[in-house]
């Protein structure tokens, strides 16, 4: 496994990190930081993730921060956040002033609602190319399905509140997991 040179390699490879994703950076994340840079093991990915979900605030400016922490320290946890939220927010900025006269305009609606197919699709992707990871997962296969069913059945079907079912099954799972470690 490899590791960033120095916090300006950070703020690169997360200001990269950044400008790929529109809508959703997970799926792009999981690529640079472990099979492109090679900076993580998938586990690693997995477990660091887990911990920026449960995080208050996006999951990956977490997750960039943890990551920059873990290299360098503060500094790094700096670099890192500033490579995920500069040139973004400044793209985003520019696109909000030019957004008023575009919005009622057919092709910018029709773009925006296929970049939401698209994130939804790259988020699919990376659950399914982080299969792999549950083989050394204390929950298992089977156990994190089921978790994982039982949440999209409340969310989708039976249309509980998010914070009700994160509570319910990340904390039953949080549990299961912590039996089974000891």
Known sequence: MTRPTSPAE???AFTRLALQG???VLAVAQRELVERLGWMSREEFVET???AQVLPGPNVVNLSMMIGDRFFGLR???AALAGMLAVPAAVVLVLA?????????PVARDALRGMGAVSAGLILATGIKLLPALKTSPLGRPLA???AVLAVVLIA???WPLITVLALLGGGGMVIAWWKLK
Request: aromatic share 12%; glycine share 14%; charged share 5%.
């Open 97 to 105: 002033a030019a957004f008023d006269q575009l919005a009622g305009h």
């Open 157 to 159: 079907l039976l249309r």
């Open 76 to 78: 790094g946890a700096v």
């Open 22 to 24: 529109f809508g959703g």
């Open 49 to 51: 993730l887990a911990i």
């Open 10 to 12: 950070l703020f690169v």
């Open 145 to 147: 399905a089921t978790l």
